[in-house]
């Protein structure tokens, strides 16, 4: 990769199918290198960071190639960002146009110590979290779901456009609105809550081997409406007209956490809730491996610096087999096993 | 010379596609059917169906698609024009001919729904598998679709 972040060039053959840790400094550029093989999975930073944010400052692009091996199959991934224009993909050559294509070739697990906000953190990292599994487990969810987002901006203008003001024109215009978001609003709330229920179990196995707490953690979808979509949209019009917004739909449900039936936020300490976190990356990893029959490369960032010993072997005790790619600050962490290890310092890999 | 290009052409006075005479060809044609009306979003929608030979009716131009976050509603696009193009002329089938995505498709809808109380008959055109194609590689959601506008098989 070329001018990625702080990193002016750099080259990293990870170990095939085996976990490699890259030790580095704070500020080395290790979260730089696991941000980039992210991005070549789902063209987006993992920390949320916007593009112009990725190219090293003083360049005006940044250039990711990647030699991805999957049996035999040997794809080349080819990524160029320039601030201000749409990334130029090609694979094996090809130029592709969406970003689906990449995730159909590569998926990505990222642990960060950042994923406390999955527990902690507003209803919208909730569902950023499903909507996210969702997308690496099939391209046709990401779809979906622009579709939803935009549907969703296009009527919530039109609710400010009208300006309280309920003419037979406005009622009319909003009703063919209110069809499209309740046809592609019901089938991603429909597709959160099958999610849902085939995460719950692996997510309650391994809180309960991270904690062995006796009370399970518990999932359940909540829906910020009842009935159908369509019929919640046509009560809440007065209300949307007056506030100006969609108050019904998928951008107002939630994912809920439960240990003995109370709120995990207020239940859990924050040890568990760190344990909850890892649960929730660890059962997303394995539904995305069912989902697409091959396992993400899973990617942990620091994300063992907030974790004690105990729940550092705990977690190394969870992960899956397959291609791991771990950095960390300081020592390795306890009980780890790299099949290989490599020193990062002022972007330099030796 | 595009100089020329540009202070010549006019748009048609009765379906809005790009012309140089008051009237376009395609509506100045007797032989053209009065009674079908393919509505499109952009005169380029034009060119793109008269390239099929499949069509042999009329044309409307609508000037876009709804879409609130660009500022348009109905009252930007030519609908008024549609509806009296409807009420004047012989049009028994109106044809739907947006664009198969969000905006073309709420474009749609909403004409439908103020058409069909007028007594003419309303379709959309079909989306669906390039033809050619190997189902293999379709997209799950032009599949999907495809799927959903199935018909019966001619025996």
Known sequence: MRDFRNLDQLQ???????????????????????????????????????REALVRRGSDQAWIRAELADGTRRITVEIELTPGRRDRVLLNRQRVTRSEDLLDVFQVTVFTPDDLVLVKGAPEYRRDYLDEVLEASSSRFG???????RVLRQRNTLLRQANGRTSSEVIATLEVWDRQLAAAGEALVTAREALVTELAPHVAAAFRRLTRLPDPLELSYRRSYDGTLG???????????????????????????????????????????????????????????ERRGNRPVLLLDDAFSELDDAATAGLLGELPDGQAILTTAGALPVGSHPASVRRLASGVLT | MIVEVKEKTVLCSACFNVTVSPLCPICADPRRDATQLCVVEDPRDIVAVERTREFRGRYHVLGGALSPIEGVGPEQLRVRELLARIEADEVAEV?????????????????????????????????????????EYADELTLGRALEGRREVDA
Do not use: W
Request: with cysteine.
């Open chain 1, 12 to 50: 990293f053959s990870p170990s095939r199918g085996a976990m490699t840790v890259v030790v580095g400094e704070n500020g080395s550029g290790k979260t730089s290198l696991i941000e980039a093989i992210g991005y070549l999975s789902t063209l987006r930073s993992f920390r949320g960071s916007p």
């Open chain 1, 143 to 149: 779809v979906l779901r622009r579709n939803v987002e």
């Open chain 1, 231 to 289: 019929e919640a949209l046509v009560a809440a019009r007065d209300e949307d007209l007056r506030r100006g917004v969609t108050t019904m739909g998928p951008q107002r449900d939630d994912l809920f956490l439960a240990s003995a039936a109370l709120d995990a936020r207020s239940r859990l300490s924050q040890g568990q809730q760190r344990a909850a976190t890892l649960a929730l990356r660890l059962a997303a990893h394995e539904v995305v491996t």
């Open chain 2, 95 to 135: 044809i739907l001919c947006t664009n198969p995505n969000l905006e073309g498709d709420a474009t749609a809808m909403y004409l439908a729904r103020l058409l069909r109380p007028l007594g003419v008959k309303v379709t959309r055109i079909a989306s669906g598998l390039p033809v050619g194609g190997d189902l």
